[in-house]
């Protein structure tokens, strides 16, 4: 593997575009999430916001807080390729072990306002997403305890996905894209 993009961002900031974007292009993508559902599933446990934090927490507790970005670059250098999207990154720890793994790498952002991430949560409906502003508050305080606030701070690249649609958000995410890949 000698390069990395890496994705951060609340959820329902619009990170998973950008990883959209890449597959469309050839560009393997692991998502970090992903994983942590995998483990559920693997547990034979329902795929509830509840059950992923606490999933996500012991796999944390048990190898280390880098433990998903470990899990996610094994399956990036299992694609065999040099250029490899990783979406969903959540803690300092996460970035240092990308850091320390790949020559190149480029930290991108993705940045809602709270109200808009919620209705975007809402409008999504996966089985883990928040139902209620309670449970929306939760969860983004359990992804800010894990250490997201400083991933996003140290980004190379911000993009505020706000007030735009969705049509407008691919197109900058396209060429954002373009931009990096030939960089």
């Not at 299992?78 to 999207?85: D, F, I, N, P, S």
Request: hydrophobic share 40%; net charge positive; aromatic share 6%.
């Amino acid at each position: 593997m000698e390069k990395l993009l890496l994705v951060t961002g609340l959820p329902g900031s619009g990170k998973s575009i950008f990883g959209k974007t890449a597959s469309r292009r050839g560009i393997p993508v692991i998502n970090m999430g992903d994983i942590v559902r995998e483990h559920a599933r693997e547990r034979g446990l329902k795929v509830t916001d509840q059950n992923l934090g606490t999933i996500a927490t012991e796999l944390r507790q048990k190898l280390g807080k880098a433990a998903i970005a470990i899990i996610a670059f094994e399956k990036a250098c299992q694609t065999g390729r040099k250029l490899a999207v990783i979406e969903g990154l959540r803690s300092l720890e996460e970035l240092d072990y990308f850091r320390g793994k790949v020559p190149k790498y480029v930290l991108v952002a993705f940045h809602a306002s709270p109200s808009t991430r919620f209705k975007r949560l809402l409008s999504r409906g996966r089985e883990d997403d928040p139902k209620t502003w309670e449970e929306f508050e939760l969860r983004d305080r359990r992804e800010l305890d894990f250490g997201i606030g400083s991933v996003i701070a140290l980004a190379d690249i911000m993009v505020v996905n706000e007030n735009i649609t969705l049509e407008q958000l691919s197109a900058v995410v396209e060429n954002l894209l373009e931009s990096i890949i030939e960089g």
